[in-house]
């Protein structure tokens, strides 16, 4: 396989980072994609800094045993805690989703208000409010953790209308709403699924999803760097799970916006 | 160490099992204890049984490295998915939660209809349908999977009043009380927190800990096995984790109903 048809790797800890291929698919549909999801190990959003730094290195070393060009950390949790050390580790491009976010943040917020929700480990990492921060030193950065979204989202429950969901996201959210933020980064992979509630709770915020951002960035790296593949056919899409294959054909369809054909393929890592 | 001095294991995928321990601890005062939580990898509930056994496989080599002189699943899904499984492979008294709980309910239902709430994994293993009906084959049992109610119990819901974990919990006990049950097993070590909502929930209805049960079911192992520690001093008890101990030690005095002092070393297994 030559270079430029090689696949890109995109992981996350279980099924979030589907809503990350949703838009590569929209915006890279030529490319092919190898996905993986440590599903026997999610969520890694609790979990701390080494642990998420291990986790995330066996993650890479999977993708690149497949041959990919590019890695995307389609994970908000992975992103913030490991990836400065996973580019001194790793010789291949690797796309985050905090930084594109955090940088459409800063250029689209008016005020220079921005609230960011993400999961503890993420929000604990900093990482959001030190790219907004760099890019605009006058920003104030409201971020709050909000551990229960991920386990709502997974079983359903992110529509407008159901009262344990806007509940909880009221409490959340109260912190960004009392600071005026005229922006909000959905610092995590899973939250898409939760705009329109968001939406419903913080009317006239601009909601800002990281994949969106993420695919923009990762178009021009390929741009840059020369790496796309020039096919004029759709490109392929193969999945890889840590554990429970079945679960996730039958759940990832909510967040990649499509059925799950084809194999999904459990692998120990 | 003689035989008899030599520590009781007990591990959870987390903090859920430190309820069993209050209960060891009340029961047993002179036994020495080694907790295993397996932060790194919590939780259990969601996940193949192929997995759990993996899991618990490495938790019990853990604890036996250590020397233990019997072994406690306090873990509903690690027991109900692999018991069975470690049985076979390892050579120790293995007590699990699901069991006990099963007999008492089936000794205690007047009405012959019990409801069991447990993991997702717990309730498909379908453990304790199996316990009770093999009991009381007239028995009806009514078996929910409550995926919500542990993030809640983590995050410090599970107060009466609170109309987050009070809605989610209408949701999941509606079948119960539908079926008229008299007998509801808690059958998640995290559930005894929930003790109190859920008997308002639920007025007049018998609530099961695993962990009571289960304590019971060691004493009596240890009586039979002439292992009980002859010491008349408190036991020592030492917490083990895959990950963030500085949380596990922050959060586990909830679950263990007193605050955890002393060291808990984090081990990578």
């Known amino acids: 396989m030559d270079n430029k048809s090689r696949p890109i790797g995109v992981f996350d800890s279980g099924l979030g980072g589907l809503t990350v291929v949703k838009k590569l698919l929209e915006h890279l549909p030529n490319e092919n994609i190898i996905y993986f999801g440590d599903t026997a190990r999610v969520p890694y959003g609790d979990r701390s800094r080494e642990t998420i730094v291990r986790y995330a290195d066996g993650d890479i070393r999977?993708?690149?045993g497949h041959g990919v060009k590019a890695v995307c950390i389609a994970c908000n949790t992975a992103d913030s805690m490991a990836r400065t050390e996973m580019e001194k580790r790793f010789d291949v491009p690797i796309i985050g989703v905090v930084e594109p976010a955090a940088r459409m943040a800063a250029g689209l917020s008016e005020n220079r208000k921005i609230g960011v929700i993400g999961t503890k480990a993420?929000?604990?990492?900093?990482?959001y409010a030190r790219v907004i921060r760099a890019l605009a030193p006058e920003?104030?950065?409201?971020?709050?953790?909000?551990?229960l979204l991920c386990p709502l989202v997974e079983e359903g429950r992110f529509l407008p209308?159901?009262?344990v969901v806007?509940?909880?996201?009221?409490?959340?959210l109260a912190p960004i709403k009392a600071a005026g933020a005229d922006t909000l980064i959905l610092g995590c992979t899973h939250y898409?699924?939760?705009?329109d509630v968001i939406e419903k709770l913080l009317p006239g915020v601009r909601l800002i999803s990281s994949g969106f951002a993420s695919t923009e960035t990762l178009v021009k790296t390929l741009d840059r760097l020369d790496l796309r593949n020039p096919s004029k056919k759709p490109g392929s899409i193969s999945f890889y799970v840590s554990d429970a294959p079945e679960r996730f054909a039958e759940n990832g369809g909510m967040f990649i916006g499509r059925e799950i054909t084809g194999k999904v393929e459990k692998v120990t890592i």
């Open 166 to 172: 806007e509940s909880v996201l009221r409490d959340y």
């Open 122 to 127: 993420t929000v604990k990492s900093g990482a």
């Open 139 to 147: 920003a104030e950065v409201t971020s709050v953790p909000c551990p």
């Open 62 to 64: 999977f993708l690149l």
């Open 192 to 195: 898409p699924l939760l705009y």
């Open 161 to 163: 209308g159901d009262e």
